[in-house]
């Protein structure tokens, strides 16, 4: 049996919010930055994508840092986490976008994604400009997962 150390204890939380607290997307979570929120409740906030790849693309991410979709499992509150990530960026794109004939949503896997943080690509097509579309294929485990598809891969059974 390992020995309570509580010194130790201390600095693997430390470390673990120091991790945290270098996350841009837990600082944008956390409302300490500027960012403009588009959606905020208790489980997710919504924003625009800095460098927007589409008529309108906003990141859909947890409160809780989450680094990426390998960390979902097949349990009911990561399930109905990212069914909530998804309806805030239909809500939010059907508001903003009505005139959009293709909307898009999804997740880059690693190692294709940029920031370690859990964030929904929510895209109302069309692509600006047109070779960003690149960006957002499925090309299996190391491409674009679209948001359906990760909730069939991670229902509780």
Known sequence: MKKFDPINQRLQLGQMAGAVSSCIFCQIAHNST?????????????FQDIKPSALRHYLVIPVEHISTVRNLQSRE????????M???GKMLLHRDAPQSK??????????LN???????????LPFQP????????SLGPLGFIEAEKLLEKIKPT
Not at 77 to 84: G, K, P, S
Not at 130 to 137: G, P, V
């Open 34 to 46: 500027s960012t403009t929120l588009l959606h905020s409740d208790d489980k997710v906030v919504a």
């Open 77 to 84: 509150e990561d399930y109905t986490l990212v069914n909530h």
């Open 86 to 88: 998804l309806s805030v």
């Open 102 to 111: 293709e909307y898009r949503f999804g997740f880059h896997q690693p190692p």
């Open 114 to 124: 940029s920031v370690d943080h859990l964030h929904l690509h929510c895209l109302a």
């Open 130 to 137: 047109t070779w960003k579309h690149i960006k957002y294929l």
